[in-house]
């Protein structure tokens, strides 16, 4: 009974030729995903075709690249996300110059994160958090631009890290 989701690790070169991830902020609200690190993705819709659709459109509503310029490189590894009951099928793309991004009004930041440093293995760390659904826990994380990525996020980086250390 697991709703599912859409989200896309997207890449792209900074203006400098180097290879940069946009991770999103989501805005606090009353939800289990207030406040967190996360990728630009999203519910699937009745009217999307599949859920590469449904990342691509929900890419495009919370941080403003258009959809017809995202190349999918790979589908990644579904994840089934307890607390929002939602199995999530992350897509991994890229567009091939900087974008301007615009974010929505679900995005209360954008964080661009440099490709170097997410493969650096300093940025792997734990931390104590209070979840939707147990109070100070220890967790693995990234330590990514002052920001905590934790969850499903993290385990989806961890799983980018070792498709980018395979090529």
Sequence with gaps: SA??????ALFYPNFQGETYLVLILRKTYKGVHSAQVGFPGG????EDKDLMVTAIRETEEEVG?????VEVVKTMSPLYIPPSNFIVTPF??????????TKNYEVEALIEVKLSDLLSDSVISSAKLSTSYAKN???PCFKL????????????LSEIKELIRTI
Excluded: H, Q
């Excluded at 709703?3 to 896309?8: C, D, L, Q």
């Excluded at 991994?92 to 991004?101: D, E, M, R, S």
């Excluded at 631009?145 to 989806?156: D, E, H, L, P």
């Design 145 to 156: 631009n002052n920001y905590t990525v934790w969850g499903a996020t993290a385990m989806m």
């Design 92 to 101: 991994l793309g890229y567009i091939n110059y900087t974008p301007k991004f």
């Design 43 to 46: 519910k699937y819709e009745d």
């Design 137 to 139: 826990i220890n967790v």
């Design 65 to 69: 690249v258009p959809k017809t310029i």
């Design 3 to 8: 709703k599912r989701a859409g989200v896309m």
